[in-house]
């Protein structure tokens, strides 16, 4: 106790250069603890992109290219599934919903998808979060379209805001349905999802815009079907993008998926999101674990920095261990007082840098949320931050051992006699 | 006849791949005794200390403190024993700047309880004894108590190492050269304030000095170039 008491007087007394130390040590443990958190926040809320949903279901390709662009809306799909594929898995006998999911319209560098209601009351994100409407409610209109949160902050559209939907994805488009404005029926909320960034229209709204289309052109003159006229007619689409199943079981899961793969009418595929997810997150994990590899690393520079505080001031203070050893302290003693400094100080910096993460974290939180959609909880740390923080103050204490050991080391060859 | 505090008999020693630094034949302070030892640097006087202190052990020959062979403990055991037996002096620097005067003082008592218990004994107190001790050494201003050690005049800080070697009153006391720092006059005040306190509290001192000027006031003075036979023969290092 009275060592705890001399290791704190003698640090007290090089107050500087202790502080620099803790300071070192509390920011890379702010780092690390702060990477840790984005980290598995970033990979929580990935893998609750889509939940609730047993079987995304779209022409053949990739698993993890599907995935991206019918639930990440990131790239296009190559090619499409017909809509009378869509009514047959519709009617598999285990399956209890499926909503059809159309890409390829955008407005003003917001994808536009064309689904039913049923999307509003079966998509599940997260820990089976269902979708929640901010203001207003579900398309009803041939014209209605809901917005994504983001959408409407950041176009700052409003219920009954009108908008001109372009044809194809790009930011800019010079193909416009002009012709055919839809109108803000409502405005979801923050899911942190792609669905933020997501305009959501009827599928038979979407079909109006291209129903008098020919070859991917806009039709001309006498052609043209107005947007009154529209309402008049057959709007069932030839085709759709993809579709998201949901199943009477999840043991049925992998017999539909069997079913869908072996469909006789056209060459489609069924994968499992979890899967899927999980293969796009390996994909992506290398850039996160070479992250959390840093992190460690600058954890180490802080160690290593306090490491050579200390030895530097091991040659002035050898006075200081002549007198303590004159006064009856014991080699071990000379040991133990520079390891309880050495832990003292990565004690210190340990706690400083959790108080800095949490300051940092409660500062940047909304900045995070408003900008990354991602929201990132205030928690209490978890049992790996406590094992990293402990695997910190142990790599401290092996690390101190060195000093310690050369302190005592000297203090047997100086003795009592005082060097300086 | 008690037991002396200090008995060498034909001690040799020398640092490793060197020549015999120290070769004593006998040498002996007895309780309560006050010993003069002129050594200039050099004489291998550091080293002796270190023989006393029990930090190195003879290579031949024995050193018994207080009747105890120093060779036959372990080396904790020879800390602990020095620790509860001895106080030490030295030339200047004594104090450790991070603590006060009061703690200064009281830093032998944590680590031998020994001395611990004696001063309790005796003042009731460790911090008692150690007020005790600088109001004798003329240090009992509050207002010196207050300030860091590193601010007190060098005499003030050589009385403050007095006071600390003599807590807990340890059979020995040795100073080596504590009154180098200090001037003429401060010096004789000093070691009369020593000589006092070592009385009172029953202490031996063996003060090592190359100041011939003060031999006349110690019981008995030895040279330790005489008492040294490895010096006439390497001359000295």
């Known amino acids: 106790m009275y060592l705890l008491r001399l290791a704190f007087r003698s640090l007290l007394n090089r107050r500087f250069s202790a502080l620099l130390t803790v300071l070192a040590i509390a920011l890379s443990v702010t780092l690390l603890l702060g990477v840790e958190k984005v980290r598995t926040e970033a990979r929580a809320s990935f893998a609750g992109t889509i939940s609730g949903t047993d079987l995304i279901v779209g022409p053949r390709t990739g698993s993890v290219q599907l995935l991206l662009y019918s639930v990440f809306r990131i790239g296009n799909a190559s090619s499409n599934m017909r809509w009378d594929s869509y009514e047959r898995i519709a009617a598999h006998p285990r399956v209890q919903w499926a909503i059809p999911v159309s890409l390829g319209d955008s407005h003003r560098g917001f994808k536009v998808m064309g689904t039913t209601t049923d999307y509003f009351s079966h998509y599940r994100h997260g820990r089976n979060q269902q979708l929640q409407f901010r203001a207003g409610q579900a398309f009803d209109d041939l014209y209605d379209a809901v917005l994504g949160a983001d959408v409407a902050r950041e176009l700052n559209y409003q219920l009954g805001s009108e908008l001109v939907l372009a044809h194809g994805t790009g930011a800019v488009s010079f193909v416009e349905h002009a012709d055919k404005p839809f109108r803000v029926s409502g405005i979801l909320a923050r899911t942190g999802t792609p669905v933020d960034r997501t305009i959501h229209v009827s599928l038979r709204g979407l079909e109006a815009l291209h129903v008098d289309w020919q070859k991917d052109m806009p039709a001309r003159g006498a052609a043209q079907v107005s947007a009154e006229q529209a309402r008049e007619l057959e709007l069932t689409p030839s085709g759709i993008t993809a579709m998201l199943l949901g199943l009477d079981s999840r043991v049925a899961t992998f017999a539909v998926q069997r079913d869908i793969n072996r469909f006789p009418h056209e060459p489609l595929m069924a994968v499992l999101p979890g899967v899927a997810l999980q293969e796009l997150w390996s994909l992506l994990g290398v850039a996160e674990k070479a992250l959390f590899v840093v992190s460690i690393f600058v954890v180490l520079t802080g160690l290593v920095g306090m490491l050579t505080a200390i030895l530097a001031s091991l040659n002035e203070r050898r006075r200081e261990m002549a007198i303590l050893r004159s006064v009856g302290a014991r080699p071990r003693h000379i040991f133990s007082l520079l390891l309880l400094e050495a832990f003292g100080l990565a004690l210190a910096g340990v706690l400083l840098g959790l108080a800095l993460m949490y300051l940092t974290l409660w500062l940047a939180q909304p900045i995070i949320l408003s900008h990354y959609g991602l929201f990132i909880p205030i928690t209490p740390p978890g049992l790996w931050d406590w094992t990293l923080l402990g695997a910190i103050l142990l790599a401290a204490i092996v690390m101190g051992g060195v000093p310690a050991w050369r302190a005592y080391r000297q203090s047997l060859i100086d003795g009592l006699s005082i060097r300086t | ?237």
């Open chain 2, 1 to 237: 006849m008690s037991t002396p505090v200090i008995q060498l008999e034909n001690v040799t020693f020398a640092w490793p791949g060197r020549p015999v630094l120290l070769d004593i034949a006998r040498f002996t302070l007895q309780p309560g005794e006050r010993v003069f030892l002129k050594g200039p640097s050099g004489s291998g006087k550091t080293t002796l200390l270190g023989l006393l202190g029990g930090v190195q052990l003879p290579d031949t020959g024995t050193i018994r403190l207080l009747g105890e062979d120093l060779a036959g403990m372990s080396g904790s055991r020879r800390d602990r024993f020095r620790a509860d037996h001895s106080g030490y002096i030295f030339q200047m620097f004594n104090l450790l700047p991070y603590l006060s005067v009061l703690e200064n003082i009281t830093l032998p008592c944590h680590f031998s309880a020994l001395r611990q218990q004696r001063a309790r004994q005796r003042h009731g107190s460790v911090e008692a004894a150690a007020r005790h001790l600088l109001a004798h050494l003329g240090l009992d201003r509050p207002e010196l108590l207050r300030q860091p050690v590193t601010e007190l005049s060098i005499g003030q800080q050589q009385r403050v190492a007095a006071a600390r070697a003599l807590i807990g009153n340890p059979e020995l006391v040795i100073a080596d050269e504590p009154t180098s720092a200090l001037d003429a006059d401060t010096r004789e005040a000093f070691l009369e304030l020593l000589f006092i306190e070592c009385q009172a509290a029953g202490s031996s001192l063996l003060f090592v000095s190359h100041d011939a000027a003060l031999e006349s006031l110690f019981d008995r003075s030895l040279s330790l170039r005489e008492l040294n036979r490895a010096a006439s023969s390497a001359g000295v290092i």
